[in-house]
């Protein structure tokens, strides 16, 4: 016969299992709702008004087709720069890590050395 205590963990483990099935199956069959739906303070607040005027259009960018050449001359500057920019980050993150780890030897070593004291 099994333990007390493994039927416990066993029983628990299955109403578990029941209650995220439950849970699935809810979710699936349209328990997500929106905000708006559940929430009051969510909902939008629209006050019976005339209708809005039309925005006016707004004009459209032509995409020109870039070109090899075209993407030469984008990313040798800017990739340079961006390059450069990105070392600087890592050299700056390294240094404030290597600052951290030099403060928390030092609170570890104070710390060791307190303890030790007191035997």
């Given amino acids: 016969m099994l333990p007390r205590w493994f039927r416990v963990v066993i029983a628990g483990e299955v109403?578990?299992?029941?209650?995220l099935v439950v849970l699935l199956v809810h979710l699936a069959?349209?328990?997500a709702r929106a905000v708006g739906q559940v929430v009051e303070w969510a909902r939008p607040h629209s006050a019976p008004t005339?209708?809005?005027p039309p925005a006016p259009a707004i004009p459209r960018a032509t995409?020109?087709?870039l070109t090899p050449q075209?993407?030469?001359s984008l990313g040798g500057p800017l990739l340079?720069?961006?390059d450069k920019d990105t070392e600087a980050t890592a050299n700056g993150e390294m240094h404030l890590?290597?600052?951290v780890e030099e403060a928390l030897r030092q609170r570890v070593e104070d710390a060791i050395a307190a303890t030790q004291k007191g035997r």
């Fill in 15 to 19: 109403a578990g299992a029941v209650i």
């Fill in 29 to 31: 069959s349209g328990g």
């Fill in 50 to 52: 005339s209708p809005a």
């Fill in 63 to 65: 995409a020109s087709p």
């Fill in 70 to 72: 075209g993407l030469a």
């Fill in 80 to 82: 340079h720069q961006l």
């Fill in 97 to 99: 890590i290597a600052r």
